[in-house]
């Protein structure tokens, strides 16, 4: 009995001095220091809060006081019990730094910044969402926090020109970069597909410029509706004028005004982008003057601006002159990427130009027309931002460079070389309209912001990274929270926090589900596991799928119906399967957030353990790989004889292994060490094909940015005829395949278990 107690009051003990497991401050980005201190602070309704603040605060109290009434916590003119104190002073050095103390009965935040002051405001936010303060729980726990960013620009752009986001959802979307310390809004207002920022000089602009029939982006989105409602276009943009069925909208400025001041109170800065002299249909639709030549779509992109009419200089200065109006951000973003030249070249006004000036090609003239646009923007007070294109030209170095395309792995240090302030948004990982998949978080929290090649003098003109969802392909709202969430918070914490913690950050992200539900966003949930795509049996087998969330259910069809909330659940997560089939699930949320994770679609296949071999000539350790060098971006298009031959001791790509473009062929054989079904997982960019014992086990053919592709296949023990062919198709490529036997650990395949036959 005596024993019993001790061990009740041992447990108790451990309870009150653990007090809090580690889900209670599951912070994102997690700060640089953190240390729990003992007890906790209680909110209690009995104990109203005093703020006490100094003075310059105004704006942080009064987004406190709304953080504290969300979890319906009352604040008090006087308590000698709860305080929150928020301090400027310079003794915390940085912009943005921050130092937050939670103890029993009071909490502080100290800061040189009103800045920094918010973010410790935003963590003692996080810390009352983790800990569901004002429903189940009353408090959270002691903590010391010192904390500051690894980068000063940590953005988010959303194209609103190829579809539409109202106002309401632009305020939410600043919301949740607020609360993940993201405090760059980048804006891409203008577009070939709608002018969405009313101009009062242009008002047809808008009028007309803002509105479309449904163009080809809208039919890929309505085909795709058919699986997932998610790409539905969403109805409360489309109108009917005239008969006729029209798709768009914009922002007049005194919304922008106040979408601009709503930022300002959340520390984040607008950046708006009129992205020119390309990327401009909707404008020169409209005006057809600002063109020399036919209007519409060359090769890839849509004809430019001319820059050798005066009067496209006086368009955008007044265009530009209301949108430095409204926006007070330091930058304006240019725009200067895709521009298709050719009007250019056959103009008779750009051809007298160039004689004049003495200008030797077009791209010259696109210079010409960067340095006149940014001198108007400097004019103003401000700074240019434009797409690491312009580097393509002679720009000066005042412009910030904003690099976006991958496959130009050399331009972030050519633009530092040129003393280009940089900041870093490659497509692969950061274009985030690409589709999500396992892979995909851990791309986005390993990116590497500075890249290998930036001397160390130069490292402090890489200002941080952005994340940039292009629309074509997002029609509705919960389609941009699926593509943005979670995705936003490994941004986040690589550019805040900046240090390796992968697994710690996935388990944290585990807490941070359910505040995500709360705040409504229909983020895409947590990849399933435990099962292959291309899956078989030999007799039977059980589909066990690993669910990371609790509380979330597996729905189910074998008919080949998309599942919804309607169809079975995979009850116990598990299915027994004995004959050939094909089966769709996903993980759907039950909270009020539409958030669901992919679907996956998994085929079952009888098949036989195939025999192992032994063959004539002796072996070795290896494997052969054959060098391709070859412009190609599918493995079906290697073709011809190896330019080189190497030995490798894995799946790797060997480092001599170099060209813009190539193919690889990995040849031998692979000795598994005991009879049964093997998982094999390939993650490649751009393709790749897996053959074992001579059968297909996975297509994973490109060209594509990193996609994972599961197969399975039944093998004796022993050797077995191995082949996998890998394409690199350009932009930088990505090869990893591991293997499983059961679960969800995907393994490396041990070196050993690779041969080759000795000739
Ligand atoms: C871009 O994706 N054209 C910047």
Known sequence: MLFKKIKLVVLLLFIALKGFSQNNYALIPYPQKLSLLKGNFVFSPKNKIQILAGQKLENEVSYLRSVLSQYKIETAVKSTTSRIELKLSADVKGEESYQLQVKPGIIAVTAATPSGIFYGIQTLHQLMALNNIGTHQKQIPALSINDQPAYSWRGSMLDVSRHFFNMD??????????FYKINKFHFHLTDDQGWRIEIKKYPALTEKGAYRTFNNQDSVCMELA????????????????DGKQLYGGYYTQQELRELVAYAAERHVEIIPEIDMPGHMMAGISVFPELVD?????GELFSTPLCPCKEEVYTFVEHVLNEVISIFPSKYIHIGADEVDKTSWEKSELCKAMMKKEGMKDVHELQSYFVHRVQEMVEKKGKKAIAWDDALEGKINSDITV??????VSGAPLKAVQNNHPVIMSPTNPLYFDTFPDKSSLRNVYNMNVVYDD??????HLIKGAQANLWAEKVPSENRADFLLFPRLTALSERLWTNKDKFEDYSNRLLAHYPVLDQMKVAYRLPDLCGFALES????DAVLEVKNPLKGKNIH???????????????????LVINKPTSLKFALFSTGGAQSKGDIYAVNYKQSTFATAIKPSGKLANGLSCDFYKQPIDKVAKISGNPDQQFLVQNIVVPKEAKAPQFGLKYNGYIEVPETGIYTFNLTCDDGGMLYIADRLVIDNEGPHSPIEKSGQVA???????????????????????????????????PDSWFQRELK
Not at 169 to 178: G, N, P, S, V
Not at 402 to 407: E, H, L, V
Not at 454 to 459: E, G, Q, R
Request: a positive charge.
């Open 715 to 749: 093998l004796e023990k022993g050797l077995h005829p191995f082949r996998l062919d890998f394409v690199e198709g350009g932009g930088g490529y990505t090869l990893l395949l591991q293997y499983s036997k059961v679960g969800c650990d995907a393994k490396n395949i």
């Open 169 to 178: 959802y632009l305020k939410r979307h600043i919301d949740r970069l607020a």
């Open 454 to 459: 930036i001397p160390a003098d130069k490292t």
């Open 226 to 241: 058919k699986e997932n409602p998610d790409f539905e276009i969403d109805p409360r943009f489309i109108k009917v004028k």
């Open 536 to 539: 078989v049996f030999v007799k």
């Open 293 to 297: 030549g036919k209007i519409g779509w």
């Open 402 to 407: 904003m690099y976006w395309r991958g496959w």
């Open 556 to 574: 189910y069809t074998q008919d080949g119906s998309t599942p919804t909330t309607k169809s079975p659940i995979l009850s116990g997560n598990s």
